[in-house]
Structure formats: structure tokens, C-alpha cells
């Protein structure tokens, strides 16, 4: 039965291979069966500072790379979080639902503010924002990668909380997180997220790096110590890492790629990763630069956000109601 399935992605900075393993190869697999809402959380970004021609120029970069990656606007919902001006106000009301030792013990804000003199209320407040982004359309399915199952374990709380209070009303959202794939570590640390805010910029694959930086970039990740190239993440992570990625990428399992370079030295499996990279990468790009120099986008974001308003309007309306807001009229 088709179900419905919601993801965002922030337009913090350049999309990285983590994004696209992680989140959007299974945004394009979920659109051939489900209704989808594929949102650019814009009003998640400002949580940080943000220069204001960066952000609108991440905005369409990221919107663009959802299509070259293979989402269709026609038959997804291609959007901006802030053109759905209720995303704003359902997490208003969700925030007062939310109690401060709940946010207080989500993993990504203590990574967030960990050594700040400053840390902003939004970045405290960021997953009920969250959550309301996937209750105001009755998600049963997130996408996303590992580090988000902490903000989809509390959604699903917040769920119930208002159910509880105001009677049967949100669904209660799955996550779906990859069995590979869903936490892909950086090219210099194996221990670490790969992402998009690490300053080495060797330590991740962004979507729109040249095929040549690719190909650069795996020769010189770093590697464990040892020769074989054996999937183990507990005692190989960096070689697992890449193994993952090699998998994600070429359609091979684990154990096909262990097969294929047993008894093989690192140089050569690392050469045919950079190559099946610059094969996915490659094309995603130029499809990239076709959308961004069509001006489609514009238009493709306005259908997205007004079919979007439309479920999430119903949604408010009721939340509202259960809540005992004075209607209008
Ligand atoms: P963001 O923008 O940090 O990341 C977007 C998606 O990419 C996944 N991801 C990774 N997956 C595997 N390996 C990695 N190294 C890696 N890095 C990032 C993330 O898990 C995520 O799925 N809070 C969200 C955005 C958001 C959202 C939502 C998501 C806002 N509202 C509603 C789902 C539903 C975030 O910061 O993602």
C-alpha cells in the first residue's frame, strides 16, 4: 500500500556523498511506490548563522541536486520548508509539547553547542521543528541517515504525547534508515561522521567535487593498517567505510567486493572506487547544470510548495481545532 514519506535536508553548505548514500538514493527509490514530500529545510538551516546569498544559493543547489539525483517533481513533492508557512507554526505549537529535557538530551545539539559561548534557542528547539515537518502530513515513513533516529525516536514520542492529550489525530512515523550505508564515515577519521561542516574538505566527497578531486580525494583516504580488504567495522572502519560506499555505489554486496580483491593491496581497490564514483557522480552533475541553467526550478518549487500547503493546511486546521483555537470564522 503506498505509504506517505517525508525527508528534508539542510542547505548548510555543499551536499556530500554521506547526503546522497544516506538520504537521497532512497528518496528516489521510495518515490516509485509512495506519495513523498522531499522538502529543502530551509528555517532548519538558520538555526545556524547564515550569510544570506549563501543560503539562498544552497537552496536552489540543493533542490537541484534532488532532481539530478533522480527525484521527479511530477510525480514527488519538491519544496521549500519556508513557502509552507505552516511548518512554521505546527512547530510552534509542537515546541510547547516539548519538554526542555527532551531536547536537552538530543546527541545533536550537545554536538552542536559543545564549546560555544553562544548557542541559539532555534538550534534547542530544532527537532520539534522537525517533528512538526513530518506530523503536518501524516508521515508513516522518514528516510534518513543514522544520526537523525534520535530526532525521529522523539517525533514519534511527540506523536503519541498529542494523540494522547487531544485524541487520535498524527500517525506515528517509522524511520527507515539503510542497513549500509546509513552512517558514512569521513575519508580521514573512520570514527567520524563524514559531513559537510568538517573544515578538511579531504575528509568528505561533495556531490558537485570534480571527477578529478574525486579520484584524488580516495587515494588519499586514509586507510587501517593491514593489507585485506575485509568488511569489519569494528577493527577496519576506515576500509569498511569505503567498502560501504564501493557497495552503495556500484550495486555490488559486501562480500562480492571482498571477493573480488582478496589477496589484493589497497591501491588497486581504491583506484576502481574513485572510478565507480566519477560513474555516479558524473552524470549527476551535468544533470545538475542542466536544471540550474533551465530556470525550471522556480516554477517545479511553486508547484511543490502549493500541493504541499494544501495537505499541510487540513493538518493545522485540525490541530487547531483539537487544541481548542478560536476558529477565524
Ligand atoms: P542534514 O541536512 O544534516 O542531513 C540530510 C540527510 O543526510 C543524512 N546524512 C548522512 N547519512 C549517512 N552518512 C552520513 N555521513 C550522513 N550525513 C548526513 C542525514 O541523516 C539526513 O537524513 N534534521 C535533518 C533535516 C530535517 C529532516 C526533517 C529530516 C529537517 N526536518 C524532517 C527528515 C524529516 C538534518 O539535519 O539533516
Given at each position: 500500500?503506498?505509504?506517505?514519506?517525508?525527508?528534508?535536508?539542510?542547505?548548510?553548505?555543499?551536499?556530500?556523498?554521506?547526503?546522497?548514500?544516506?538520504?537521497?538514493?532512497?528518496?528516489?527509490?521510495?518515490?516509485?511506490?509512495?506519495?513523498?514530500?522531499?522538502?529543502?529545510?530551509?528555517?532548519?538551516?538558520?538555526?545556524?548563522?547564515?550569510?544570506?546569498?549563501?543560503?539562498?544559493?544552497?537552496?536552489?543547489?540543493?533542490?537541484?541536486?534532488?532532481?539530478?539525483?533522480?527525484?521527479?517533481?511530477?510525480?514527488?513533492?519538491?519544496?521549500?520548508?519556508?513557502?509552507?508557512?505552516?511548518?512554521?507554526?505546527?512547530?510552534?505549537?509542537?515546541?510547547?509539547?516539548?519538554?526542555?529535557?527532551?531536547?536537552?538530551?538530543?546527541?545533536?545539539?550537545?554536538?552542536?553547542?559543545?564549546?560555544?559561548?553562544?548557542?541559539?534557542?532555534?538550534?534547542?528547539?530544532?527537532?520539534?521543528?522537525?517533528?512538526?515537518?513530518?506530523?503536518?502530513?501524516?508521515?508513516d515513513l522518514v528516510p534518513v541517515g543514522e544520526d537523525q533516529k534520535q530526532h525521529l525516536e522523539l517525533t514519534r514520542d511527540l506523536a503519541g504525547r498529542f494523540n494522547h492529550r487531544f485524541g487520535e489525530f498524527f500517525t506515528v512515523p517509522e524511520p527507515y534508515i539503510p542497513e549500509v550505508g546509513a552512517r558514512i564515515m569521513s575519508l580521514d577519521d573512520g570514527t567520524k561522521k563524514m559531513s559537510k561542516s568538517n573544515p578538511n574538505p579531504g575528509s568528505y566527497i561533495a556531490?558537485?567535487?570534480?571527477?578529478?578531486?574525486?579520484?584524488?580525494?580516495?587515494?588519499?583516504?586514509?586507510?587501517?593498517?593491514?593489507?585485506?580488504?575485509?568488511?569489519?567495522?569494528?577493527?577496519?572502519?576506515?576500509?569498511?567505510?569505503?567498502?560501504?560506499?564501493?557497495?552503495?555505489?556500484?550495486?555490488?554486496?559486501?562480500?562480492?567486493?571482498?571477493?573480488?580483491?582478496?589477496?589484493?593491496?589497497?591501491?588497486?581497490?581504491?583506484?576502481?572506487?574513485?572510478?565507480?564514483?566519477?560513474?555516479?557522480?558524473?552524470?549527476?552533475?551535468?544533470?545538475?547544470?542542466?536544471?540550474?541553467?533551465?530556470?525550471?526550478?522556480?516554477?517545479?518549487?511553486?508547484?511543490?510548495?502549493?500541493?504541499?500547503?494544501?495537505?499541510?493546511?487540513?493538518?493545522?486546521?485540525?490541530?487547531?481545532?483539537?487544541?481548542?483555537?478560536?476558529?477565524?470564522?
Open positions: 500500500m503506498a505509504k506517505k514519506v517525508l525527508s528534508g535536508i539542510q542547505p548548510s553548505g555543499s551536499l556530500t556523498l554521506g547526503n546522497y548514500i544516506g538520504a537521497i538514493k532512497n528518496f528516489v527509490k521510495l518515490q516509485e511506490e509512495h506519495e513523498c514530500y522531499f522538502m529543502v529545510v530551509d528555517l532548519h538551516a538558520i538555526t545556524v548563522s547564515q550569510d544570506p546569498a549563501a543560503l539562498r544559493e544552497n537552496s536552489e543547489s540543493v533542490a537541484a541536486l534532488y532532481l539530478a539525483a533522480g527525484i521527479d517533481p511530477v510525480v514527488s513533492n519538491v519544496y521549500m520548508q519556508s513557502h509552507v508557512q505552516q511548518h512554521a507554526e505546527l512547530g510552534w505549537i509542537i515546541t510547547t509539547l516539548t519538554a526542555m529535557g527532551e531536547l536537552e538530551r538530543m546527541t545533536q545539539f550537545k554536538d552542536k553547542s559543545s564549546g560555544k559561548d553562544s548557542v541559539g534557542a532555534g538550534l534547542f528547539v530544532y527537532p520539534s521543528l522537525m517533528a512538526a515537518d513530518i506530523l503536518i502530513y501524516n508521515a556531490l558537485l567535487d570534480p571527477p578529478d578531486v574525486i579520484r584524488k580525494k580516495i587515494s588519499r583516504a586514509t586507510t587501517d593498517s593491514g593489507r585485506e580488504v575485509i568488511f569489519d567495522p569494528a577493527t577496519k572502519p576506515e576500509i569498511s567505510n569505503l567498502m560501504s560506499i564501493y557497495a552503495e555505489c556500484s550495486g555490488m554486496t559486501l562480500q562480492q567486493i571482498a571477493d573480488r580483491y582478496e589477496g589484493q593491496m589497497y591501491g588497486g581497490f581504491k583506484k576502481d572506487l574513485g572510478e565507480v564514483l566519477v560513474a555516479t557522480l558524473e552524470p549527476l552533475q551535468q544533470k545538475y547544470h542542466e536544471i540550474r541553467s533551465s530556470g525550471a526550478l522556480t516554477d517545479i518549487l511553486a508547484e511543490g510548495a502549493e500541493r504541499a500547503r494544501n495537505v499541510a493546511a487540513q493538518t493545522l486546521a485540525g490541530v487547531k481545532e483539537r487544541m481548542g483555537f478560536l476558529p477565524l470564522r
